[in-house]
């Protein structure tokens, strides 16, 4: 084995999280976000586990995605570096820096706005799956639990950039402010924002700074 960091990506299909998620457009996400996460996952030149809902075990999530941790460790390898796909400001320099914190740390986080993290390295002494299925998953205290246990437990972590998720609808409202973002995913979430029956004066907003320039960009793929 040439290296003792492997990524797992723990994502369900595109059809299946659009619908779980009930987000407009979604499914157009989703697929531009697992063609992304491939070319990031490459790039780092990690080796990489994809565990769907078809490999996915467990009753609920948390023992799914712990047992996902826990499979990658039994395949020998010392540290997991955990990543989903519905945070389109994940970058390869978001994984790189997790594996180097990793080497001074028992385990890091890349928190999200909404209280629980969108990346997730840990090393294998430090993962305990009974003790991790304590917290309260998929609620906005997740994140400031762990790590109060964590503190508590006098156990080294590390946190790295916070990023916006996409959970819902209005979470596009959001990322269509970072100015930075991919012009084709800009695209989507437009199109996720358009189809959405919010009427806050935040879509106006982004209809008036940001369709304008998809339409005054060559090469605009305006009639996909």
């Not at 997991?80 to 080497?103: F, Q």
């Not at 004066?201 to 793929?221: A, D, H, R, V």
């Amino acid at each position: 084995m040439k290296t003792k960091t492997a990524i797992l990506i723990f994502a369900n299909s595109a059809p299946l999280d659009a619908k779980r998620k009930c987000i407009k457009n979604g499914k157009e996400f989703f697929n531009f976000q697992h063609r992304n996460l491939l070319e990031l996952v490459k790039e780092s030149e990690l080796p990489y586990f994809w565990i769907d809902e078809n490999r996915q075990v467990g009753e609920d999530f948390e023992n799914r995605y712990l047992n996902a941790i826990q499979h990658i460790f039994d395949q020998g390898y010392q540290q997991v570096i955990s990543i989903g796909n519905d945070t389109p400001g994940l970058k390869l320099n978001h994984i790189l820096k997790a594996s180097e914190l990793l080497e001074n740390n028992s385990m890091c986080f890349g928190p999200s706005k909404d209280g629980g993290f969108y990346l997730w390295g840990l090393r294998k002494e430090a993962f305990e799956k009974k003790s991790f299925l304590n917290f309260k998953w998929n609620t906005k205290d997740l994140l400031p639990e762990i790590l109060s246990e964590l503190i508590y437990n006098t156990i080294q972590f590390a946190c790295i950039e916070t990023l916006i998720d996409l959970d819902c609808n209005e979470d596009a409202f959001f990322l269509l402010q970072n100015k930075s973002i991919d012009f084709q995913l800009k695209y989507i979430l437009l199109k996720i924002v358009r189809k959405s029956n919010n009427p806050s004066g935040l879509f106006q907003f982004i209809i008036e700074t940001q369709l304008t320039s998809l339409y005054y960009n060559k090469g605009s793929p305006l009639s996909a």
